[in-house]
């Protein structure tokens, strides 16, 4: 039973990393698949929903059970960096229709902080997460939830898909703008644990 209880958190924060290709399998085919587009905005609001329900339990249940550990500080960000990349990856694609080079802006951010933050555990020391990283992951969440809910107008026959495609690209734009800004800010603050794991002095 302990056991079971000690991998419940880790065992939440996998199953966003696979709910990530999920959504972007469902969203781009998924009229293969038997979704009208009437349903398609829903299943993916669902997905969404369950991903970050899994996020608050299992910090939840970590703090709980006393079983913050750093694997769960590692893996938690890139579950939740998987998740939300595969939305806007998603949304690339499909009747959003985000240019590639916007979405990018998330990955490099999310690709250089995240490979800082293993080479600092390697070396000894685990980097807590920043303010401004949490304060970048609610508002990429406000914007994959705010366009999955354009869709419902869109797939109602009710919204202009110029509309939608013009009110998503600012959405995320603002999110890049802070995301640029959120990755500064973390590097910068841990400046000297990075210099040191960089071996500069």
Do not use: N
């Amino acid at each position: 039973m302990d056991g079971l209880i000690l991998s419940t958190p880790i065992a939440l924060t996998l199953s966003r990393i696979l709910l990530g290709p999920l959504f972007l399998v469902v969203y781009i085919y998924y009229q293969e698949m038997g979704i009208t587009l009437f349903w398609l905005p829903y299943l993916l609001l669902a997905l969404a929903v369950i991903s970050e329900l899994s996020d608050l339990f299992d910090g939840l249940i970590a703090r709980k059970q006393h079983k913050v550990t750093d694997l769960g500080k590692l893996l938690d960000p890139m579950a939740d960096s998987i998740f939300r990349l595969s939305i806007f990856l998603s949304f690339t694609q499909g009747v959003v229709q985000l240019p590639i080079l916007l979405v990018a802006v998330f990955f490099y951010r999310d690709s250089i902080i995240g490979t800082l933050r293993t080479l600092c555990a390697l070396k000894g020391f685990a980097l807590a997460a920043r303010v401004s990283g949490k304060v970048k992951a609610v508002i990429q969440a406000v914007i994959g939830f705010f366009i999955l809910i354009l869709m419902i107008p869109y797939s109602l026959g009710c919204l202009e898909i110029g509309f939608l495609q013009t009110i998503s690209f600012y959405s995320v734009l603002i999110g890049a703008i802070y995301t640029v800004y959120s990755g500064a800010e973390y590097i910068y603050a841990y400046r000297k644990h990075i210099k040191k794991a960089l071996g500069i002095s």
